[in-house]
């Protein structure tokens, strides 16, 4: 299967569900969740990519594309996917991962852009010849987020953070601010180093960029998987910053790194969580929208 699957944020809202954790003092009982809305439009196998290992780091050995792209991408197939299947049948043992490059339309996530985006995700399960014949099949074709994930699963999220510009050590790190007699500064580190050694070490809280890195969020619990045909999400006058949700969507409990309109990357758990997958039993969606 597929290893993650791309996603736009939409925004941040509240949900009401029921406490299904058996040893917690409020099992049973309504739970009160920051929920974040993701939109999953259906994404498209556009390629398949092998990788190797040379010199300690994977190197990638071979790709194939689809004979039909869709209308944006510029990848140029080098041969036909079946005879690329064939030509690595016996050197897949040197194929240490196998990955698949996937593609969406930001139209269809309710996002401007008009060049698709496309890049790479896992492949797991089986080994290297099944991953390599499962994505062999699936070049060309759509996958929905709901044949990857399950409602009640958890799921690691990756995306860019909100951009801050550049910030002082108090807001950037929380260092503690001097007292109104210092000399010079009050926002600033009383010392960065000491005489000697004379430098100043990868530790001391100093000024720069803030926000704007990549981040990745582990244990987020997928609450709803739906459509807006089957169970409209979209509040009276849309979303903030974003607006109406016309394609399948996904709600995560907790918050999701990133602003409105950003993609954002959902794949399973380098952490799993033990235990069987059950459905949330969902009580209230809010139709206030959290900013």
Same mark, same amino acid.
């Given at each position: 299967m597929l290893l993650g699957f791309p996603a736009v944020k939409v925004a941040t809202m509240h949900s009401i569900s029921l406490d299904d954790r058996e040893k917690t003092p409020n099992f049973g009982k309504p739970l009160f969740n920051p929920t974040s809305v993701l939109a999953v439009? =259906? $994404?498209? #196998? /556009?390629?398949?990519? @092998?990788?190797?290992r040379e010199n300690g780091a994977d190197k990638a050995a071979g790709e194939v594309y689809a004979k039909t792209l869709p209308k944006g991408v510029e990848m140029k197939a080098s041969m036909e996917p079946d005879k690329f299947a064939e030509a690595w049948k016996d050197k897949l043992s040197s194929v240490v991962r196998v990955s698949a490059l996937v593609s969406i339309t930001p139209s269809d996530a309710g996002i401007s852009q008009k060049k698709p985006i496309v890049f790479e995700v896992g492949v797991g399960g089986g080994d290297t010849a099944a991953q390599l014949d499962y994505v062999i099949k699936l070049l060309g074709k759509g996958v929905?987020?709901? =044949?990857? &994930?399950? $409602?009640?699963?958890?799921?690691?999220? #990756?995306?860019? $953070?909100?951009?801050?510009? &550049?910030?002082?050590? /108090?807001?950037?790190?929380? /260092?503690?601010?001097?007292?109104?007699?210092?000399?010079?500064? /009050?926002? %600033?580190?009383?010392?960065?180093?000491?005489w000697h050694p004379a430098a100043v070490m990868y530790t001391v809280a100093r *000024?720069?960029?803030?926000? &704007?890195?990549?981040?990745? =969020? $582990?244990?987020?619990?997928? @609450? *709803?998987?739906?459509?807006?045909?089957? %169970?409209?999400?979209t509040p009276n006058g849309g979303f903030e910053h974003f607006g109406e949700v016309r394609t399948d969507y996904a709600l995560l409990r907790g918050t999701v790194p990133g602003t409105n309109r950003r993609v954002v990357v959902v794949r399973h758990p380098v952490r799993p969580v033990k235990g069987k997958t059950t459905p949330v039993q969902m009580l209230e969606l809010s139709t206030r929208i959290g900013r």
């Open positions: 439009p =259906e $994404t498209t #196998i /556009v390629g398949v990519r @092998l990788y190797s929905k987020f709901s =044949e990857i &994930f399950k $409602t009640g699963s958890y799921v690691d999220v #990756i995306g860019i $953070t909100k951009g801050k510009g &550049f910030e002082g050590p /108090v807001t950037r790190f929380g /260092v503690k601010r001097k007292q109104h007699k210092s000399r010079k500064s /009050v926002r %600033a580190v009383g010392v960065i180093g000491p *000024a720069g960029q803030m926000g &704007f890195h990549q981040r990745t =969020e $582990t244990g987020k619990r997928i @609450l *709803a998987i739906s459509n807006p045909k089957d %169970a409209p999400i």
